[in-house]
């Protein structure tokens, strides 16, 4: 076991946050995650730290999850089932999906973060939830080190939402997840936000799967920053989901407000309008602030600590709650 001491975890987590592990270890295989869990019980674990801000020194022992690999289980005329290992990038296993024209998951490219992590918070992007390609999830149980597999309907699975966050969080460490993709008949998903406007504006009237991947990489890159240029998370916030009867009093007061709807009783109201609405898009506050393109992404210029930035967030809910009457979620995970 290679554990090394006194490490910073700057280059582990994506919002650059310049932290100290006391102790620190690379797992590239689950038989050495096993072995490593008999002896030590009480870890913190870190793998593409997309989806975190560390505020503080880690007293724990931190267990960086580096196993790769895919493999393809069994496939039809129609369909491709595969096993991907927790520590494969996820931006690039979504592009050798598209290489390989399985279909699915195109409209999650360049979200930032490893494979493991995506059943956890259900990631999301235009239109498409990952649960709707997820068939398993193979799982360590930390006390009992016994490798168990989660069903689809095991995880729970809701919007940014899955059991890995509620009753069992801190309980297991996700080892690989499997996914169902499409061979041919690809259930193309153009309608949500920009990326029909983006493929009429390269005058694309049948895309393929790359072309949707590409047109997503293209109004990624023009709204969001690029973490190894400045440090960030992606989206902060979760977008709230309001009653109807609420949503159209707030209507009243703000015609313009953009919504989705979730059902015939609920509507989802972006975040990131309510928070430029309230004047933060563009602030900068020494070394941290808010994106300038996007008011969802909160940032790190550089030297910033997580516990600026946690303040700042803290510091928007208030100003939306008292302004909207709208509670903002924290989508990161704050590591207090």
């Known amino acids: ?9 700057k280059k582990y987590n994506t919002f650059g946050i310049d932290v100290i592990a006391k102790r620190f270890i690379s797992i590239d295989a689950v038989y050495k995650l096993q072995q490593l869990l008999k002896i030590e019980k009480d870890v913190f674990l870190i793998s593409g ?18 196993i790769k690999g895919i493999s393809i289980d069994k496939e039809d005329e129609n369909f491709v089932y595969l096993t991907v290992n927790a520590g494969e990038n996820w931006h690039n296993f979504v592009l050798w999906c598209v290489d390989n024209n399985y279909g699915g998951i195109e409209n999650l490219s360049l979200i930032p973060g490893n494979v493991g992590t995506c059943p956890i918070q259900n990631i ?27 069903s689809n309907q095991d995880c729970n699975f809701g919007y940014r939402n899955s059991i890995f966050k509620n009753d069992a969080k801190g309980k297991y460490i996700i080892t690989s997840v499997g996914f169902r993709l499409t061979k041919k008949h690809h259930n193309l ?39 190894k240029v400045i440090g960030n ?96 979620e924290i989508e990161v995970n704050i590591i207090h």
């Open 1 to 9: 076991m290679n554990i090394q001491h006194n490490i910073s975890l």
């Open 49 to 66: 730290g997309s989806n975190m801000l560390l505020t503080k020194d880690i007293e724990q022992l931190v267990v960086h999850i580096d």
């Open 124 to 150: 999301g992007a235009y239109g498409v939830e990952v649960k709707d390609t997820i068939t398993k999830v193979e799982a360590l149980e930390i006390a009992t080190q016994k490798l168990n597999t989660f």
């Open 189 to 227: 998903n153009t309608s949500y936000g920009a990326i029909a406007t983006e493929l009429a504006s390269k005058k694309i009237e049948k895309p393929t799967l790359k072309n949707i991947s590409d047109a997503v990489i293209a109004i990624r890159k023009s709204k969001l920053p690029d973490p």
């Open 233 to 328: 998370s992606g989206s902060f916030f979760k977008n709230p989901v309001v009653s109807k009867d609420f949503f159209l009093t707030l209507q009243k007061k703000y015609p313009n407000i953009p919504s989705y709807t979730v059902s015939d009783s609920e509507i989802k109201v972006p975040a990131g309008w309510l928070i430029e609405r309230a004047g933060f898009k563009g602030n900068r506050f020494g070394d941290f602030g808010v994106h300038e393109k996007q008011a969802l992404v909160l940032v790190n210029y550089g030297n910033a600590s997580g516990k600026e930035i946690y303040e700042l967030a803290q510091k928007i809910q208030q100003n939306i709650l008292e302004l909207f009457e709208i509670s903002l």
